[in-house]
């Protein structure tokens, strides 16, 4: 685990944008989370994947401040942020895309795009809501619709514009392919690259390994709460366990 973790550039002092260390979480007395540790280093995109109840959105909630960690740590840019409210996370540069996308479904379209910047203080919103328009031209033209009357897709477009309003460096998404159709499956990858282009680290959780796989740099197996597998996306794309469990080969 430890030796595949290892920076593959060779260059080991920086810090890790993100840096989980031994995390444990759970429900009450139950250790969902059995001491996982996973990191994500500056502009990279990195995949979590796992079957269904391994622990992947426990995972996000802990990184976004909203489950309590029962021990170890999170590093968000060599900052200690477990404990922080949810608020000061987004602040710091992490914004996440929820399961289920969780859009304000009586708001407009561009109520919930501004609501997404509701811990900025600077001048740069108006600037970056017109970016985010550009960037789902779908989103600028239902600019006045009700949030929660956009098809699936265009909801986790919402979702994922909402939590580019907070101009993260890190977007953590958990399942944006989920009810979503295949075209438009295809057109929200398209634009997670683009912004990992532009310097956007990106944590993906996603029920389709292969379309993350092959998107990501890296990625992470989390089975029942400990982290199996860890290795370049190629290299998981082609391992057998992988392919027997997640790729249905
Ligand atoms: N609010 C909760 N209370 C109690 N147990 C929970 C709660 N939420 C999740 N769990 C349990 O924690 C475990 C991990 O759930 P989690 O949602 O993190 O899995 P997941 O990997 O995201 O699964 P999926 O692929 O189905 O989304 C599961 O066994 C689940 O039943
Ligand atoms: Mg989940």
Not at 147 to 163: D, N, P
Not at 220 to 231: A, F, N, P, Q, S
């Amino acid at each position: 685990m430890s030796a595949a973790d290892q920076r593959a550039d060779g260059q080991p002092d920086a810090p890790a944008l993100l840096e989980l260390s031994g995390v444990v979480a759970g429900y009450g007395a139950i250790s969902v989370l059995k001491g996982i540790s996973l990191r994500v280093e500056a502009g990279e995109i990195v995949t979590l994947i796992g079957a269904n109840g391994a622990g992947k959105t426990t995972t996000l909630m802990c990184i976004s401040g909203v489950r309590p960690l029962t021990s170890g740590t999170i590093h968000f840019a060599g900052a200690a942020i477990a404990g922080l409210p949810a608020h000061e996370i987004v602040r710091c540069g992490v914004a996440q895309v929820p399961e289920g996308r969780k859009i304000f479904p009586r708001l407009t379209v561009l109520e919930n795009l501004t609501m997404g910047a509701f811990t900025r203080r600077d001048g740069g919103v108006a600037g970056d809501l017109e970016r985010i328009l550009q960037l789902f031209p779908v989103l600028a033209e239902r600019r006045r619709q009700l949030g929660g009357t956009l098809s699936g897709g265009e909801q986790q477009m919402l979702a994922i514009g909402r939590a580019l309003m907070s101009r993260p460096r890190l977007l953590i998404m958990d399942e944006p392919s989920m009810g979503v159709a295949p075209l438009l499956v295809a057109k929200i990858f398209e634009t997670i690259g683009r912004l990992n282009r532009d310097g956007l680290a990106v944590l993906l959780v996603e029920q389709n390994a292969r379309l993350a796989l092959k998107l990501a740099r890296r990625g992470y197996v989390l089975e029942t709460g400990t982290m199996v597998l860890t290795d370049r996306a190629e290299r998981l794309l082609d391992h057998p366990r992988v392919r027997e469990a997640y790729l249905g080969e």
